[in-house]
């Protein structure tokens, strides 16, 4: 979805609080916790006011989307004591090569109904951050790649990645044995 | 072809599938990919898998929106913050360390606060604020502080006549622990201004004074390049006061100096 550029001299308040929604929604999906989510939004607006003299016009929404994911990842760092990437990503592997093939559907693909939509929010839960973060500004946010690549800091080949690894683990919840075709 | 749904894509496919169900490729390659998935059971299924999955999430994971308390917090967050911001485009710690200690000082964080945005908003006396910041630096480097030195006011007083087409009002209140220690005439701003010099301990204050027209004000305190300044309007003069000394004593001098006859 295509955000308006910003016009030289806007004001911060008419930037960014369009965005709050947004930034709200990513921080609770990214640290899954309602009052440190609201903790990670406040730091990020004061951030954000601070940097916006840096803002170079383009997407405001990516700008603070940004702000708020780096935001997101300090909390979780705190919190858990350790780096956050550190844990986020499985084993270090997050180049653009797609280490998880393509599994076909499992008998579990189809998905319909209260209990399946249950279990997709839990699936999404236990993804590495790193790749529900980019899920969620796909699907959720509706970003482009490009925007993706803005908001992470990630190559587009790396986006692409983390997208594609996102959805497999999806498709192959709950964890049954995938059979490649 | 019907797609396949248990089948796989074709490894070189996978992400030009998925950036096609993304909304990301131009329509030459969409249609070249659509002609593919149309030969291809395993792409077309992964394909329908990718649609299928995202229509699913949109419908199924909740938006998480800013709560009304969320919004205000941050509202409230943000006033406050603009108004430490507006004493300084760029905040230094030291400056943020000084301006707490302005603004917890005297009337109340919020009035001090207004006081504080009245005088330094850019173009609302910035430019002066700056000026007086920057005479008083310059008169403090060797040599440059007093043109005449005196502690007695009726010293420094005549000796202002015929270096201004004004006469400033010149008090000593080394009684009140601000004794008088001189006087120079400083430029601000393309006109004379008497600048009257105090000493408190080893701190200089310096009170630049020139005519203006309008009422008398009340003083209001701000900063400006780690100096305290504060400005008042009296008796058809501009009064601006800048020093080192701490906020609280600076507006115990002010304070003493209007009172003064």
């Known amino acids: 979805m295509p955000q308006p550029d910003v016009a030289p001299g806007q004001r911060f308040e008419e930037l960014a609080l369009p965005h709050l929604d947004a930034a709200a929604n990513l921080a609770r999906w990214l640290v899954r916790d309602p009052a440190l989510a609201d903790d990670v939004v406040q730091d990020a607006m004061l951030r954000a006011l601070t940097y916006f003299p840096t803002f170079r016009g383009g997407s405001a929404r990516a700008w603070l989307l940004r702000i708020v994911r780096n935001a997101a990842y300090d909390r979780l760092a705190e919190r858990q004591g350790r780096d956050a990437r550190e844990v986020a990503i499985e084993g270090g592997a997050d180049d653009p090569a797609l280490d998880v093939p393509d599994p076909g559907a499992g008998p579990e693909a189809a998905m319909s109904g209260r209990q399946d939509r249950v279990r997709l929010r839990r699936a999404l839960d236990a993804l590495p951050v790193e790749q529900r973060e980019c899920l969620i500004l796909r699907e959720l946010e509706e970003l482009s790649y490009q925007e993706i690549v803005r908001v992470t800091g990630a190559p587009i080949g790396t986006v692409m990645s983390r997208l594609w690894r996102a959805r497999q683990a999806l498709l192959r919840m709950p964890a049954t044995v995938s059979h490649d075709a | ?261």
């Open chain 2, 1 to 261: 072809m019907t797609p396949d749904p248990h089948a796989a894509a074709c490894d070189e496919m996978r992400l030009l599938i998925q950036a096609e169900v993304d909304g990301e490729i131009d329509a030459a390659r969409a249609a070249a990919l659509a002609a593919h998935v149309a030969e291809c059971a395993g792409c077309a299924g992964t394909r329908e898998r990718l649609v299928e999955l995202s229509a699913a999430l949109r419908e199924a994971l909740p938006v998480h929106a800013a709560s009304p308390a969320l919004r205000e917090a941050v509202m409230r967050q943000l006033a406050a913050a603009q108004v430490r911001a507006a004493a300084r485009p760029a905040l230094s710690s030291q400056i943020l360390r000084r301006w707490r200690e302005v603004i917890a000082f005297g009337s109340g964080s919020a009035v001090a606060a207004v006081l504080v945005l009245a005088l330094l908003r850019p173009g609302a006396g910035g430019s002066v604020a700056e000026a007086v910041a920057s005479a008083h630096i310059r008169a403090l480097q060797p040599g440059h502080l007093t043109d005449v030195i005196s502690t007695d006011q009726h010293t420094v007083k005549p000796w202002f006549d015929g270096r201004l087409d004004f006469a400033p009002p010149v008090k000593d209140l080394a009684t009140q622990g601000f004794p008088l220690i001189g006087g120079r005439v400083d430029y601000l701003q393309g006109h004379p201004a008497a600048a009257l010099v105090y000493r408190r301990a080893k701190h200089v204050i310096d009170l630049y004074v020139w005519p203006a027209n309008g009422g008398p004000t009340a003083p209001r305190i701000g900063l400006r390049n780690g100096y305290n300044l504060v400005r008042w309007r009296q008796d058809g003069m501009q009064l601006w006061a800048v020093s080192d000394v701490e906020a609280a004593q600076l507006r115990a001098f002010v304070h003493d100096w209007r009172a003064m006859p």
